[in-house]
C-alpha cells in the first residue's frame, strides 16, 4: 500500500532561514501531491500541490515544491521563513486511478517552530 | 459560502456514551470524509462517501459509523465512546473523482474520560 514519510518530525529555525522539509512516496504511478498547512488551532489549508506540468510548483506565502518522479519525492522549500510559518506541514499523496476509490494518503506531519 | 462546518467544536464524553458529530459542506461536493488526527499519526481516514446513500470504510473504521442521507451532510456517529477515540476529527470534501483538492473543516477536539 501506499505510504508517505516526511523525514523531520520537528523542525526550529530561526527567522530568515531557509526551509526544506522532506516528503516521499513509496510508489509510482499517476500521482496527485499536495501540501497541507495547519496553523496553531486551525483547520488545514491546501499550501500547494502537483498534478502534471512544471515539477517545481508555487503555493501560497512563498512557499514551492518540487516534483522528483525519479526519486518518489516532493519537498517543500521556503527562502527566508517567518515566525508566522510556524505551523505543522502534512504532505499527501493520491493516485489517480481510472476507476474506484482513490484514497488520499498523509504522512505522519512536520512542525515547524519559527523563533524571531 | 462557508465551506466545510463541523459541529461541535469540542466535547467531553464519558466511557461509553455516544456522540454524532455534524459535518456539513455548501460547495455541492460529491465526495466527503472524516479523519482522525493523532499527534505523530497524522491523518487517518475513518469513512468516507462517495455520493448521497454511500458510506465506505476507511483506514480505521472500528466504532464509528456514518451516514450520508443528504449530499451536502456526513454524520459521524460513535456509539459506545471509549478513551482511544479521544481525538481531533476533521471532516474533508472534494469534487467527483476524489483526486482533487480535499477541504477541511475546522475540527472536533472529543476527549473521551
Known amino acids: 500500500a501506499q505510504s508517505v514519510s516526511q523525514h523531520n518530525h520537528h523542525v526550529i529555525l530561526s527567522e530568515a532561514a531557509s526551509l526544506e522539509l522532506g516528503c516521499n512516496y513509496s510508489?509510482?504511478?499517476?500521482?496527485?501531491l499536495f501540501w497541507y498547512v495547519q496553523y496553531p488551532g486551525q483547520h488545514l489549508q491546501l499550501l500547494l500541490k502537483?498534478?502534471?506540468?512544471?515539477?517545481l510548483v508555487k503555493g501560497i506565502k512563498g512557499f514551492e515544491a518540487e516534483f522528483i518522479k525519479s526519486k518518489f519525492s516532493f519537498n517543500l522549500r521556503k527562502p527566508s521563513v517567518q515566525w508566522s510559518d510556524t505551523a505543522e506541514y502534512f504532505c499527501?499523496?493520491?493516485?489517480?486511478?481510472?476507476?474506484?476509490?482513490?484514497?488520499?494518503?498523509f504522512g505522519a506531519g512536520t512542525r515547524l517552530a519559527v523563533h524571531p | 459560502n462557508a465551506g466545510v462546518t463541523q459541529t461541535p467544536k469540542f466535547r467531553v464524553l464519558k466511557t461509553g456514551q455516544s456522540m454524532t458529530l455534524l459535518c456539513a459542506q455548501d460547495?455541492?461536493?460529491?465526495?466527503m470524509y472524516w479523519y482522525r488526527q493523532d499527534p505523530g499519526m497524522g491523518l487517518r481516514l475513518i469513512h468516507y462517501?462517495?455520493?448521497?446513500?454511500?458510506?465506505a470504510k476507511g483506514e480505521v473504521p472500528d466504532g464509528y459509523n456514518v451516514s450520508r442521507l443528504k449530499k451536502q451532510n456526513f454524520l459521524l456517529g460513535l456509539e459506545s465512546a471509549a478513551p482511544s477515540q479521544t481525538s481531533v476529527y476533521f471532516c474533508?470534501?472534494?469534487?467527483?473523482?476524489?483526486?482533487?483538492?480535499?477541504?477541511f473543516g475546522p475540527g472536533t477536539r472529543l476527549l473521551v474520560l
Open positions: 499527501a499523496v493520491i493516485h489517480r486511478f481510472s476507476g474506484g476509490y482513490n484514497k488520499l494518503i
Open positions: 510508489y509510482g504511478g499517476t500521482v496527485n
Open positions: 502537483y498534478f502534471s506540468g512544471d515539477p
Open positions: 462517501s462517495v455520493g448521497e446513500g454511500t458510506t
Open positions: 474533508a470534501s472534494t469534487t467527483a473523482g476524489g483526486w482533487e483538492t480535499q477541504y
Open positions: 460547495m455541492n461536493h460529491e465526495y
